[in-house]
């Protein structure tokens, strides 16, 4: 895990400081050298659990110069190794549409083999609620994962072929059990070939008709690979967009017009004033 996270320190794009803070401190956490600073401690909300992450870490590096209680230093213990362990890597690995399938299945399988029964339940309950790239409609996307064998992708072609469920939930039952032996192509059905012509524009994705060993030499499949690489998720982004939005406009107007030309007004704003200091706002009004 030490090696893996360094890697992600080394070649990753982090869209916001406290994603790479919480690899930082879990790389610290984990022996594999100290931070040369720390960041103030950040907002702290009850919907954002990445500041709780980042907490929890920061006491568990700095315990011993803190007074608490045998009690509370074992919770603090349990909640930083699964961060470190476990949260840290799949968290930054979110953003990812195409390792979303098989991220999903690792989380449950990591999160049992690694930490205590307690937290090991509590996590997968949670997850539960969030497997949406294992639908029918979105596991397609996993045809895009390297680190996916051409043996899997071959087998996840051939349960395209299958007849769709009648349901179609948009993620697996959480009161079904999850079987985590069960192959990525078992989730996989007619409508999974859909995600793929929508990244075609419509087009049939002939790449399926080859060997997936040929895949990445095929312009059909490079083509649709690039799109599902640049697919922007659901996930912290959109969160906190709703949430700003919601604030920002609070009861000020229930008129859709108006909201969005607020809307395009603040975003105009952010563009002309991108750093928000006095500097920069001394320059804009001068």
């Not at 930082?24 to 709780?52: E, Q």
């Not at 998720?233 to 607020?262: M, S």
Request: proline fraction near 5%; include cysteine.
């Amino acid at each position: 895990m030490l090696g893996h996270l360094k890697r992600l320190l080394d070649c990753w794009n982090h869209p916001r400081e406290d994603y790479k803070e919480i690899i930082l401190l879990s790389v610290a956490y984990l022996g594999g050298g100290v931070p040369t600073s720390f960041r103030a401690p950040g907002a702290y909300h009850m919907a954002r659990w990445m500041a709780k992450a980042i907490y929890a870490v920061k006491i568990m590096l700095f315990h011993d110069q803190l007074e608490m209680s045998r009690r509370e230093l074992a919770g603090i213990r349990r909640v930083a190794f699964f961060v470190t362990m476990v949260y840290a890597k799949y968290w930054n690995e979110a953003m990812i549409p195409s390792y979303a399938a098989k991220n999903d299945l690792d989380f449950i399988t990591d999160v049992k083999r690694i930490c205590d029964d307690g937290v090991a339940s509590v996590a997968e309950r949670a997850m539960r609620r969030h497997l949406w790239y294992l639908s029918e409609n979105l596991i397609g996307l996993a045809i895009f994962d390297d680190r996916i064998s051409p043996e899997q992708k071959a087998d996840m072609v051939e349960g395209m072929k299958r007849p769709s469920t009648t349901k179609n939930p948009r993620r697996p039952e959480s009161k079904t059990p999850i079987n985590l032996n069960r192959p990525l192509s078992a989730f996989c059905s007619v409508r999974s070939m859909q995600v793929l012509k929508s990244l075609l524009g419509g087009q049939q994705p002939t790449f399926l008709e080859l060997s997936p060993e040929t895949w990445n030499t095929d312009s059909c499949f490079k083509c649709a690979k690039k799109r599902a690489g640049v697919l922007k998720v659901t996930n912290d982004f959109a969160e906190r967009g709703i949430a700003l939005i919601q604030r920002f406009l609070g009861n000020r107007t229930k008129d859709e017009r108006k909201t969005q030309f607020l809307l395009k007004l603040a975003h105009l704003h952010t563009k002309a004033v991108p750093k928000k200091t006095k500097a920069e706002l001394k320059k804009v009004l001068e």
